[in-house]
DNA sequence: ACCTGAACACCGTTCAAGT
DNA sequence: ACCTGAACACCGTTCAAGT
């Protein structure tokens, strides 16, 4: 007997290791498997293509993320919850951020979309607003960590000149040398946390609808 | 003489084509080159790294988008109509999407943050405030685009099996199967013009600011 | 059922060389 | 200054073959 047969999870467990060594996009079908010791090929058996083995891997990660929060919380709080626990996690591995749009929608992705509509639902929202107040708060979201990712890239370039070792692993990507054309206020206001931005304006927005509702 | 020798704008004009027929993602240094019928490696002397010439692409691609609106319209459809530009003119070329947390922020990105923050502050917001608002549209937008995105992936995905021969020119890349898993309510929702949800929620909040800051 | 090795058609980028 | 050709170290994926 040589060595237990490898199934999918155990491919999904080290590609999320090799995501968080080096990041999403540096993932290779070959790199993942030479963690396994195992040739490229064996995964073709479980995943017909990388997109695949990306998607399970984006999957076990939301699963992993556990944003839902507490059911006891008044809504407005669960709502900022739920999207700062989505906006650090995506923060935690920026690298995701550029698939969210073309990896597609999975069960993990499902179980938080109705989580948040039963619970404005259960707050007097319609299930058309709760919808939409759903996919405004992803877009803040997706948008604030978009924004917040654009700012990383930037102070680690910077930080490349004098620090080449760490940069060298992690990576992340691209260079983005262009620091020297934005103003001083506007970088210095990118290093807030972004979704205390536009998050806080949906949640007015989402009080004043419910208020109207009530009168 | 062979030919006129070929400067920057030859090379950037050649990969908006490119990205044009097949999309960002499928954009390589190779097919530039061969585009304008030169060697791969003469765009290095232009762009020393491929996403030098990602950048410069990006800066014509917003600089055409022209998406600052007239000056004479009063700031909430001002707001309106620039968002509405930045997401029509993303939707329109998905595939840079996923770019534009990692390139660079360049002139023409800075030019249009700058019209956006003067026009708002003759309203009579603080700059504070404008730029507040500015970063709060621009989470909007992409969080919309990133939607739409993940709209169109799976819907052309669907019209795959019926028709080939587009898609295999077009392409826009992932395969994105998931479709049997999304409930119905949200696929129909997920149909809407993206931007329609979020925006009004922003320009709502934006005039309770300027309301109480008037009290 | 699961894995391997060799191969194909691609990448970005470097380097030495040409005009 | 601008361009070329060959080469290096990678990719995702296919295919025929092994156990």
């Not at 060595?3 to 999320?16: F, G, H, I, P, S």
């Not at 759903?134 to 917040?148: D, E, K, P, S, T």
């Not at 370039?157 to 080449?164: C, E, I, P």
Request: aromatic share 6%; hydrophobic share 45%.
């Amino acid at each position: 007997m040589t060595r237990a047969a490898l199934n999918r999870d155990a491919y999904v467990e080290a590609a999320l290791e090799v995501i968080a060594e080096v990041g999403v996009d540096k993932l290779s079908m070959r790199n993942v498997a030479s963690r396994l010791s195992v040739s490229p090929m064996a995964m073709y058996k479980h995943f017909p293509t990388k997109d695949d083995l990306l998607a399970a891997s984006l999957e076990a990660f939301i699963a992993r993320a556990s944003v839902v929060p507490d059911d006891t919380l008044p809504w407005e709080r669960w709502v900022e919850q739920a999207a700062r626990g989505m906006y650090e996690a995506l923060c935690r591995e920026l690298s995701w951020v550029p698939l969210l749009g073309s990896l597609p929608v999975g069960q993990q992705a499902i179980a938080v979309t109705d989580a948040f509509v039963t619970k404005l639902c259960e707050a007097g929202f319609t299930l058309e607003q709760s919808l939409q107040a759903y996919f405004a708060v992803i877009q803040v979201v997706v948008g604030a960590v978009c924004l917040r990712s654009s700012l990383d890239a930037r102070t680690t370039a910077a930080a490349d000149s004098a620090n080449q070792t760490r940069s060298a692993t992690r990576g992340e990507g691209r260079s983005n040398t262009g620091g020297p054309g934005i103003p001083g206020e506007l970088q210095s206001f990118l290093k807030r946390d972004q979704i205390t931005i536009g998050l806080p304006m949906i949640i007015d927005a989402l009080k004043a609808q419910l208020e109207e509702a009530r009168t």
